[in-house]
């Protein structure tokens, strides 16, 4: 699979895998007044996360990144996850925005998704809410397929290391729900913001630590 035809010789390319660019978070910065190509340069884009208890207090410096030993460079920011903005009191309706893929096994979050066989949609409760909400409609652009390697097995004979292929929601996807009790609106976006929207919120849960299902709020 990780092999290439190269189309003037017709003979088989080796190691594609390791040629693949599309892990360097590189993008073209546009600017108006650039020349007429629009190319003004290139700038690098980060990754912030934070760094749990049982990691290292300070991890700066060089690592590799998964197991195509890419090296990425560490460093400390003051940098923090935008706070949930106080703009949604009083809100009938709400748009939930996924920012990373969501691994819902389907479409929607099974807690949130429809009974479309009956006469009417009912309220669902948020996962570890008293909060009910419910789903009025959805913009979902397709899915990505998304699969890899687990490196923490050992033993990689018989595919024992690589994990399944799953169709996952795109992010940019967008949740349009009803809120039962508009004074909670605010509370409701603040449980939702930068959070998983997922059925499984415990931080144990191994889809949670993969960040899958990330979300934010806007108004309608």
Known sequence: MHNALDRKTLTTEEGRLYANTGIYFKCRRYDHKADKSGK?????????FDVTEDMQ???????????????????KTDLQFPSCPQCFENQK???????????????????????????????????????????????????????GIDYTVKDKREGKGAKPMKKLVRPGSVYFIQVKEAEQSQKIAEHLWGNRLQNNQDSDNNDVKLGYGQCIVAKQ
């Open 57 to 75: 207090s300070d991890i700066s410096g060089h690592a590799y990144l998964g197991g195509e030993r890419r090296q990425v460079r560490l460093k």
């Open 40 to 48: 003004s340069g290139i700038v690098n884009l980060s990754i912030c």
């Open 93 to 147: 309706y709400l748009k939930i925005i996924l920012t990373t893929h969501g691994d819902f096994g389907g479409w929607c979050p099974d807690f949130l998704k429809p009974d479309l066989r009956g006469e009417g949609i009912e309220w669902a409760t948020l996962p570890n809410t008293e909060y009910k909400v419910c789903l009025r409609s959805a913009c979902i652009d397709g899915w990505d397929a998304v699969s």
